[in-house]
């Protein structure tokens, strides 16, 4: 059994696992910001980041966004930029996951299709930075500065499986209420728009939003996830309140499946969902 919701739970001993892979990543990036003569200071600016965002990414805190490479190009030159992409490249999804989250981890990455029906946080694999940490900042109990950065980037790093697998399929169906909840605020609520409507225009991504009002509805059982392995196997997730477990048995995966089939039928089609995400998105 493996516990909580996606890499949330925290317990004195499911620590994060620390992340050598982005500590190299930091020191490259310091060694050839230094190598250029740069301080953090004068580095930051260049590439559209504070300071602080390049500090913390020099000490492996920060998982670093896609677009610092071709910024960096600008600044450090062509042949240092590639050594700074070799070492993004090695960059791992794991990076600080709890271990009881790592077999579904693992799952998720081998998968071929991934189905996700979520009513309570918008899926983990959708959420942009600020409604990352809007979640954590506001988890009981508290976790410190030091858990809520490790959770981040395990999480951005976690969203890398969408463009590096273009050959799985990743479904997702949403509650309305989620986008409706403003959970953090107007600009989170902005970003989170615009960040899912910039992920349902990945040609394997399909974003269903679940109506407000829906008399037919067969998500009384709350979220699950599915995942179909490469030997065309499913296997079930469900969690709730700092318990969750695989679910492996063929006859409870198939009424899981069923469910799922359902709810496809009665959100809104992907067309129809982008209509609305775009119409909310206007009206902020």
Not at 76 to 89: D, E, F, K, T
Not at 97 to 125: D, H, K, N
Not at 192 to 206: F, G, T
Request: charged share 25%; glycine share 6%; hydrophobic share 40%.
């Amino acid at each position: 059994m493996v516990t909580a919701r996606d890499d949330m739970r925290m317990t004195k001993d499911s620590e994060p696992e620390t992340s050598e892979s982005l500590k190299t990543f930091g020191a490259v990036l310091k060694a050839l910001r230094d190598e250029a003569g740069l301080t953090q200071e004068q580095f930051a600016p260049r590439v559209r980041y504070s300071a602080t965002y390049v500090a913390k990414m020099e000490q492996g805190r920060r998982f670093p966004p896609k677009e610092l490479i071709p910024r960096a190009e600008e600044v450090l030159g062509a042949p240092a930029v590639r050594v700074l992409g070799a070492a993004y490249r090695t960059l791992t999804r794991k990076v600080g996951l709890a271990s009881w989250f790592l077999r579904w981890a693992g799952i998720e990455e081998e998968a071929v299709s991934l189905l996700t029906y979520e009513c309570a946080v918008i899926p983990g694999l959708l959420q942009p930075e600020p409604y990352i940490r809007a979640i954590f900042e506001r988890r009981i109990p508290h976790i410190s500065p030091k858990q809520l950065e490790q959770q981040v980037v395990a999480r951005l790093a976690r969203q890398r499986l969408l463009k590096e697998r273009p050959n799985a399929s990743f479904c997702f169906i949403v509650e309305q209420s989620l986008l409706e909840r403003d959970l953090g605020g107007p600009e989170v609520t902005r970003i989170l728009l615009d960040n899912l409507l910039e992920q349902q225009c990945l040609w394997n991504v399909e974003i269903q939003v679940m109506s407000m009002r829906q008399k037919d509805h067969f998500g009384a059982d709350g979220p699950m996830y599915l995942a179909e392995t490469e030997d065309n196997r499913w296997i079930g997730y469900v969690e709730a309140h700092d318990t969750s477990v695989l679910v492996t048995d063929p006859k409870a995966v198939s009424a899981m499946v069923q469910r799922y089939g359902k709810l496809r039928s009665q959100a809104l089609s992907p067309q129809d969902s982008t209509s609305l995400l775009e119409r909310m998105r206007g009206a902020l």
